[in-house]
């Protein structure tokens, strides 16, 4: 049963209807790993905020914000996806876990920040698997200039400087209009310095990724890029409510495009709301964690979380090294298969939640799969198939079936504890939703 209060950094706060948020998560609010002296997720922010030294750093915000303040102030419309209890964790309908760091724009432009960096952790509800976790770390940056002929002539000098730096860079950038009629110039925006600004959000941009990846690349042998190799960076049309124009940036690494971050011209409507006036710029966020797996060679995103030594003693503050896994323990997979009522509904984030809140870290993925042959002739031919769920025609009744694979990062996992595990996971189940185990 659901607890009246919740105890979040020291403060105790009212549950309601719509809480969502479960103990594993609230373990984690603590823990702010950008923070943490050596950490993958540290030297990476350190990274990040060495290309940018004349902006202020900001790093300690709580994550519990008002929806309001994550998506009202940000422009979002009513009905977005974001703001379901399926996708966000709510404390009680007036207070959530942030789900990005663009929540604190207004804030600090209301401070009267005009360059800022801010790096914090970040909380959304997902599927489970070894590049997904429902907390991550993000980076927003921004830089306002005034919305006047020495603004834009310093944004365009600004230009200059970085266009003449990064000519003599080995980097190739595919890129795309500053502006198009799909990405467009915001109304009371000045085409000119609106296409600037853009021009000025790319090349900073580029000049960080060529940082952070060629940093990376220094000194060490086999990690994706090489010497002659020159860096890969594709910009993308992008869509965000408190932006436009507004754009996505994969950069090509170990052979695959991985996307990084999105940004655009700042939403004049949310430095109104900040109270900042005669302004125009650019923000962009950034995830930390894709990255920092693919400079530290880090497998599994789980591991960002281990206190285990094995893994910490690795790392050093600054510092971008390889890592080296220590021994994989066996894996051990458990199938939970159950009628689920045509009236009754249980979201997949509802039964990860189940998983983590009861298996934390000790569970590595979960699939959705195919059912158990159910007939023996069946067995070997149908035996899970694609299928994830099927529709009982008598009892209209739906059948689904998840696979929970268990496996430690630090040891091995006796049958007896998964076993254990297993039977918590499938009586919460029970408890929680109108389901039949089959
Ligand atoms: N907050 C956005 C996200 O999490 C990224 C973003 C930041 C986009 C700033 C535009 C400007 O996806």
């Known amino acids: ?34 923070t943490q ?45 974001g703001r379901s209890v399926t996708d966000s964790y709510y404390i009680n309908r007036d207070l959530m876990l942030r789900t990005h760091t663009s929540t604190h724009e207004v804030e600090t432009f209301r401070k009267g920040e005009t360059k800022w960096l801010l790096t914090a952790d970040v909380y959304r509800r997902d599927e489970i ?35 003449r730096l990064l000519a003599k860079e080995n980097i190739v950038i595919e890129d ?24 000025n959000l790319k090349l900073s941009l580029n000049t960080l990724i060529l940082r952070v990846f060629g940093q990376a690349t220094k000194g060490l042998v086999g990690n994706g890029v090489g010497k ?3 860096l890969r960076v594709r910009w993308i049309e992008a869509y965000f409510p408190f932006t436009s124009p507004s754009f996505e940036v994969e950069v090509l690494y170990q ?92 979201h997949d984030n509802d039964f990860c939640d189940v998983v983590r809140d009861v298996a934390g870290d000790l569970v590595e993925d979960v699939k959705k799969v195919g059912l158990p042959p159910v007939y023996p002739h069946h067995r070997g031919t149908q035996a899970y198939s694609q299928i994830d769920h099927f529709v009982h025609s008598k009892t209209n009744r739906e059948s689904n079936c998840f696979r929970i694979n268990y496996r430690s990062m630090d040891r091995s996992l006796s049958n007896d504890e998964v076993n254990e595990i297993q039977d918590q996971v499938v009586s919460r189940l029970k408890q929680q939703f109108a389901i039949e185990v089959r």
């Not at 719509?18 to 103990?23: K, S, Y």
């Not at 350190?46 to 004349?54: H, K």
């Not at 109304?187 to 600037?196: I, K, L, R």
């Open 1 to 34: 049963p659901l607890p009246k209060t919740l105890e979040i950094l020291g403060e105790r706060y009212p549950t309601d209807d719509i809480t969502n948020v479960p103990a594993s998560i609230i373990s984690k609010i603590p823990l702010r790993l950008h």
């Open 37 to 81: 002296q050596h950490h993958p997720l540290s030297t990476l922010r350190g990274l990040i905020e060495s290309a940018y030294p004349d902006f202020a750093h900001l790093s300690s915000l709580s994550p519990l914000v008002t929806p309001f303040q994550n998506f009202d102030e940000l422009s979002f419309p009513a009905d977005h996806p």
């Open 129 to 163: 698997d070894g590049s997904h976790y429902p907390v991550f770390h993000q980076v927003e940056g921004a830089r306002i200039f005034d919305a006047n002929a020495n603004g834009l002539k310093e944004v365009e000098e600004d230009n200059e400087r970085l266009e």
């Open 176 to 199: 795309i209009p500053d502006v198009s009629k799909t990405n467009p110039v915001q109304e009371g925006h000045d085409p000119v310095f609106s296409e600037a600004l853009a021009r």
């Open 228 to 230: 002659e190799e020159p």
């Open 255 to 346: 052979g695959k495009w991985l996307e990084i971050l999105g940004c655009g011209v700042v939403r004049q409507a949310t430095l109104d709301t900040a109270g900042v006036q005669n302004k125009i710029g650019w923000a962009f966020g950034l995830g930390l964690e894709r990255i920092a797996m693919v400079l530290f060679s880090i497998p599994d995103i789980r591991l960002f979380w281990s206190m285990d030594e094995r893994f910490l003693s690795q790392f050093e503050q600054g510092k971008i090294t390889s890592f080296k896994p220590y021994s994989k323990y066996p894996s051990c997979f458990k199938d939970v298969s159950f009628w689920l009522s045509k009236d009754s509904s249980l």
